[in-house]
């Protein structure tokens, strides 16, 4: 997005991580570059044939088909990773070490806080967030995103797992806005418009999958290591609120219809949604 403020020095656009890109985007170029590459595409859309679709036709507003969109992870082609997946590799992969329990990926925090944290100096030196990227209002150089691999990676030699921009994952849940509750996709890492609070590894984004913005881009996985490796089932939370805030889980396996998105009825209790995690 060169349009947005003038770049650092130094700097090259087409190092920079790719935004403005939505979940239907992501599984498009997943399967476009399975294709190309002599690899099993990963990713069906009912009625789609990802060889022959353009960009121009992949959906920038809901569509229920794309939402629905089925992964066959035994698939040796590029996806989206699943949480557990991501934070695996931006924790260092070592659930002994003590980067395991790092807030960001390569270092730990300077202080305990929460997402509403601004800033963190041990941050500013492993990934681009809002308190190191310029600012908006007045156009500074530096504002927005930054070519890849400018900032320190983590103990595996992965960069920019906290900042830049948003990761879209494939797990997911439900939010609510004024038209009530929706389906929502999760995003990883925080961006260059976040706080540090939301950089942390624990933190979860969602949104709509036809969501697009410059905060959001994608980072590319492959199973290359056989079913066993990967995820095998969904852990779903059915959320209930009352003064006991009580939480019933269910399991299902992949392949198989997740629950509708339609609230069930529970008397005295209010429900809240969905959170879909790999298990």
């Not at 997943?30 to 294709?35: A, E, T």
């Not at 997946?85 to 070490?97: H, K, P, Q």
């Not at 905060?215 to 095998?232: K, Y």
Request: aromatic residues 16%; negative net charge; charged residues 20%.
């Amino acid at each position: 997005n060169s349009n947005v403020v003038p770049i650092v020095p130094g700097e090259s656009y087409t190092l920079r991580p790719v935004e403005n890109i939505n979940y239907y985007h992501a599984i498009t170029f997943c399967n476009k570059l399975s294709l190309k590459l002599g690899y099993e595409p990963c990713y069906t859309v009912e009625g789609i044939d990802f060889a022959t679709i353009t960009y121009d036709e992949i959906p920038t507003e809901e569509n229920k088909a794309w939402t629905s969109a089925k992964v066959d992870i035994t698939k040796n082609g590029y996806r989206l990773p699943f949480i557990k997946e991501w934070e695996f590799v931006a924790r260092g992969g070592d659930n002994e070490a003590d980067e395991w329990i790092y807030a960001f990926a390569g270092t730990p925090s300077i202080t305990t806080f929460g997402d509403e944290y601004e800033t963190d100096s041990n941050l500013d030196n492993y990934g681009w967030y809002y308190y190191n990227c310029g600012n908006i209002e007045t156009g500074n150089v530096g504002y927005g995103t930054h070519e890849v691999g400018t900032r320190l990676p983590n103990s595996l030699g992965f960069y920019d797992m906290s900042g830049n921009v948003w990761e879209w994952c494939e797990d997911y849940g439900s939010l609510s806005d004024d038209n009530g509750i929706y389906l929502a996709r999760y995003c990883k890492g925080g961006s260059f418009y976040s706080n540090a609070g939301y950089s942390c590894l624990s933190y979860n984004a969602g949104e709509k999958s036809f969501s697009c913005y410059t905060t959001q881009g994608i980072r590319l996985v492959r199973s290359i290591c056989g079913a066993d490796f990967v995820p095998t089932e969904y852990e779903i939370s059915l959320l209930w609120q009352d003064t006991n805030e009580t939480t019933e889980k269910i399991t299902v396996n992949f392949g198989e219809d997740l629950p509708n998105i339609t609230p069930p009825t529970k008397p005295g209790y209010t429900f809240t949604g969905y959170n879909i995690f790999s298990n």
